[in-house]
């Protein structure tokens, strides 16, 4: 494997667990928004709003628009595990708790 393949797979691959720890820390605080997720995870703003909007894309995340202080702000919070479930599979794990 070529070195630049390599290197392609090694920044992948942190880029996941930065988004990963990014989503932990969204799970433990909700309602924060990009800059006090940014300040938080030690990152840039530009990052940590890349790495959000690419949560909010594969559906782990919401986001909504509030003000704060006469500013507009995104709140981030997790997406509740159950809607990430589609009606049968919900179904299916009703049937398990009994």
Do not use: C, H
């Not at 800059?35 to 782990?60: D, F, I, N, P």
């Not at 702000?73 to 509740?80: E, G, H, I, M, S």
């Not at 479930?85 to 398990?96: G, S, V, W």
């Amino acid at each position: 494997m070529q070195s630049i393949q390599k290197a392609t797979l090694v920044r992948t691959a942190k880029a996941e667990d930065d988004e990963w720890d990014l989503y932990e820390k969204i799970s433990e605080a909700p309602s924060l928004n990009v800059y006090e997720l940014a300040k938080r995870m030690g990152w840039s703003t530009g990052k940590t709003r890349g790495a959000v909007k690419r949560l909010e894309e594969e559906g782990l995340i919401k986001i909504e628009k509030s003000i704060r202080n006469g500013r507009a702000v995104d709140l981030v919070t997790a997406t509740p595990w159950q809607d990430m479930l589609t009606p049968e599979e919900r179904d299916e794990f009703k049937k398990m708790e009994v």
